[in-house]
């Protein structure tokens, strides 16, 4: 394929010179392993694009001692082409802190860079751009959850970790929606309370609320991506795909998730899949996440119902490039938030794992309480 096609970066910032690199037999001979992954699901015209950029991150990494933290909600050419770790956020930023390389490239979203950032504080964090947000994150602010404690004080908060660092230091402990029923009835023993206080999900919240007896006051933040599915969308995929076993993410409304056939966080279905090898399987989530797992299952076929992240989608092979190559744009977090903020996350990685990745049950729920919304 080696034809001399030229790409020309598209850094968004002004000022800086485009990049050219020249789809060589080098780049081609480099990348090889990669295009023999991913030639499922990229075409080769967008490969002869995407393999000089990859081949340019990876020697920018090792000429920098840096790692590149994918998200599963990244694009296949960025998750299996420049991801060093890959997963959900959490998983991320424990890789982050085992690791020995002194620069983070956040490919994600602003709060798990921020994350990176509390558990790996001798490190440079980066993002490749600012605003790549999150309307779970930006749903709650830290003046918010000191308002809730002064109104349920002695109840403990939980914090999802879709959160800004600075929600996370006023809060007691954190969870993920892997581990959210496990965190919620610890938090409850621990402080001796029947309920407790889970934020900022509203739909994680509500569907956790079904699984446990500990009582949830929850916060009506949203994660954009999962509210848009709803229980009629999963009615309309059974009829089309009668054999598809239909995987949710928790983020999404209670009735989608009594529809579907499991319920669990993004490592949870990837797991799902692999374990399991379904001949058909419909992921109700951000649209990468397909794309990813595709990668490593030929055997199983994705039905792909498609919500995109527009957060996620900011990150680009282009502006990891940049990133790297500038190194920008810096995450900066206040010390005194960080150590409360550790503090949060490392109780919650303080707990024992869980056996099987968790999975919230809907149909055989034991609760049927709503929660307490602020
Ligand atoms: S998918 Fe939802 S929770 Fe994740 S970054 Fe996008 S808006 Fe936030």
């Known amino acids: 394929m080696a034809d001399g096609t030229t790409l020309e970066s598209t850094s968004p910032a002004a000022g800086i010179a485009p990049a050219r690199f020249p789809f060589t037999a080098e780049v081609e001979a480099a990348t090889a392993p990669i295009w023999n992954k991913l030639k499922s699901r990229v075409t080769p015209l967008e490969w002869r694009l995407h393999a000089p950029l990859i081949a340019e991150i990876n020697r920018l990494k090792r000429e920098k001692n840096a790692v590149i933290l994918a998200h599963n909600y990244m694009t296949p050419e960025i998750f299996h082409g420049v991801g060093d770790y890959v997963g959900d956020s959490l998983g991320l930023a424990r890789e982050a802190a085992r690791s020995d390389a002194a620069v983070i490239v956040q490919a994600g979203v602003h709060f798990m860079a921020e994350t990176s950032k509390v558990l790996c504080p001798d490190k440079t964090v980066l993002i490749p751009d600012l605003l790549a947000g999150c309307s779970l994150a930006s749903s709650i602010t830290a003046a918010d959850v000191r308002m809730i404690k002064a109104r349920y004080p002695g109840v403990p908060v939980v914090t999802y970790v879709n959160t800004t660092a600075e929600v996370k230091a006023e809060t007691d402990i954190c969870c993920t929606s892997a581990n959210a029923v496990q965190v919620v009835e610890q938090a409850a023993r621990e402080w001796g309370v029947d309920r407790v206080i889970l934020i ?129 744009y810096e995450v900066t977090v206040d010390a005194a938030v960080i150590e409360r903020a550790r503090a949060a996350v490392q109780r919650m990685i303080d707990l024992p794992p869980p056996a099987v990745p968790a999975r919230y049950d809907l149909v055989k729920a034991r609760h049927h309480v709503d929660v307490e919304l602020i």
């Not at 599915?229 to 993410?249: C, N």
């Open 200 to 328: 900022p999900d509203e739909f994680l919240a509500r569907n956790v609320a079904r699984q446990t007896a500990v009582k949830i006051i929850a916060w009506a933040g949203r994660c954009e991506v999962h509210e848009r599915f709803t229980g009629a969308d999963i009615a309309e995929l059974r009829a089309a795909y009668p054999g598809a076993q239909i995987l949710a993410h928790p983020e999404c409304p209670t009735d989608v998730i009594e529809a579907s056939d499991f319920t669990g966080s993004t490592a949870a279905m990837s797991d799902f899949v692999a374990t399991r090898k379904p001949a058909q399987v419909v992921l109700i989530t951000e649209c990468s996440m397909a794309d990813n797992v595709a990668v490593d299952a030929p055997e199983t076929e994705f039905v792909r119902p498609c919500n995109l992240c527009p957060h996620m989608k900011r990150i680009s092979l282009e502006n990891i490039y940049e990133a790297l190559r500038h190194d920008r």
